[in-house]
């Protein structure tokens, strides 16, 4: 087995990491403001409406298993931040982000994309090559980033881009625990020839996490400190569980179970 790393057991990549600038996105130059949810909803599926995807694919893009792994393990980090959060909500699996991650895990292409969704949506990668024993091999790591973070900014999280990204790095832990960022849908692909920074890496688990509403806007912190649930949108109706504002079970949010 071979696995090349840069943090942890997975090879990482960052939004962070784009071929100008070594820079979190700013909110002044995406299509929405941060706050503006309901325009990012619409224009989101507008795109995963119209976007292309695989037509041949034999299996589901993940197992039932790794879904529910991923995303248990996502609420776990998120219920257990420390300082304690205030507005945490609970994170569901969407459909919709699912699939525009499996669009983009079929190129096998090493680099965030595909650009037009990036305004609408968080990003998190990881590839590494050999068997494992659990998709959480691929997830830990994002997380493992919180040992470089202190909040409420990842001031001095900066790798050194584009031509590899290395040194201390946190936004994939900030957008795992990124309040408002209640919704996940990941893809996993096997690639047979994938380039990584120039090496061919064969037989390759490419994973891909797409989150929304997206987080990482500069000069803003992950989550509001306090006593855990004090904060939660009205719309959880006062519902918190495991330190998590959690959506009553009449809400849409749920839908996954389905």
Same mark, same amino acid.
């Given at each position: %087995?071979?696995?090349? #790393?840069?943090?942890?057991?997975?090879?990482?990549?960052?939004?962070?990491?784009?071929?100008?600038?070594?820079? !979190? *996105?700013?909110?002044?130059?995406?299509?929405?403001?941060?706050?503006?949810?309901?325009?990012? /909803?619409?224009?989101?599926?507008?795109? !995963?409406?119209?976007?292309?995807?695989?037509? #041949?694919?034999?299996?589901?893009?993940?197992?039932?298993?790794? %879904?529910?792994?991923?995303?248990?393990?996502?609420?776990?980090?998120?219920?257990?931040?420390?300082?304690?959060?205030?507005?945490? /909500?609970? %994170?569901?699996?969407?459909?919709?982000?699912?699939?525009?991650?499996? +669009?983009?895990? +079929?190129? @096998?292409?090493?680099?965030? $994309?595909?650009?037009?969704?990036?305004?609408? !949506? $968080?990003?998190? !990668?990881?590839?590494?090559? $050999?068997?494992?024993?659990?998709?959480?091999?691929?997830?830990?790591?994002?997380?493992?980033?919180?040992?470089?973070?202190?909040?409420?900014?990842?001031?001095?999280?900066?790798?050194?881009?584009?031509?590899?990204?290395?040194?201390?790095?946190?936004?994939?832990?900030?957008?795992?625990?990124? +309040? #408002?960022?209640?919704?996940?849908? @990941?893809?996993?692909? #096997?690639?047979?020839? %994938?380039?990584?920074?120039?090496?061919?890496?064969?037989?390759?688990?490419?994973?891909?996490?797409?989150?929304?509403?997206?987080?990482?806007?500069?000069?803003? +912190? *992950?989550?509001?400190?306090?006593?855990?649930?004090?904060?939660?949108? *009205?719309?959880? $109706?006062?519902?918190?569980?495991?330190?998590?504002?959690?959506?009553?079970?009449?809400?849409?949010?749920?839908?996954?179970?389905?």
């Amino acid at each position: %087995m071979i696995v090349i #790393t840069t943090i942890g057991s997975a090879l990482l990549i960052s939004i962070v990491c784009d071929t100008s600038a070594v820079v !979190l *996105p700013n909110s002044t130059d995406v299509y929405w403001s941060a706050n503006d949810s309901t325009n990012a /909803e619409g224009a989101l599926n507008t795109q !995963l409406d119209s976007a292309s995807l695989p037509k #041949t694919r034999s299996k589901r893009y993940i197992s039932q298993n790794d %879904m529910i792994a991923i995303l248990d393990y996502h609420n776990q980090v998120r219920g257990k931040v420390f300082p304690p959060a205030s507005n945490m /909500e609970y %994170m569901v699996w969407d459909e919709n982000l699912a699939k525009s991650a499996e +669009a983009w895990a +079929a190129t @096998c292409i090493w680099d965030h $994309g595909p650009s037009y969704l990036l305004r609408f !949506l $968080g990003q998190n !990668l990881s590839v590494r090559t $050999g068997r494992y024993r659990s998709i959480l091999q691929l997830v830990k790591p994002w997380y493992d980033e919180v040992k470089d973070y202190a909040f409420p900014y990842p001031q001095d999280c900066n790798p050194r881009c584009p031509l590899r990204c290395y040194g201390p790095m946190c936004t994939h832990y900030t957008q795992m625990v990124w +309040a #408002t960022s209640n919704r996940i849908g @990941c893809a996993i692909q #096997t690639c047979h020839n %994938m380039n990584v920074w120039g090496s061919v890496w064969r037989q390759a688990v490419y994973l891909v996490c797409n989150y929304a509403p997206k987080g990482n806007w500069i000069g803003e +912190a *992950p989550y509001k400190v306090g006593v855990p649930c004090s904060a939660c949108p *009205p719309s959880y $109706g006062g519902s918190c569980t495991n330190n998590l504002c959690f959506p009553g079970v009449t809400s849409n949010h749920l839908y996954w179970f389905k």
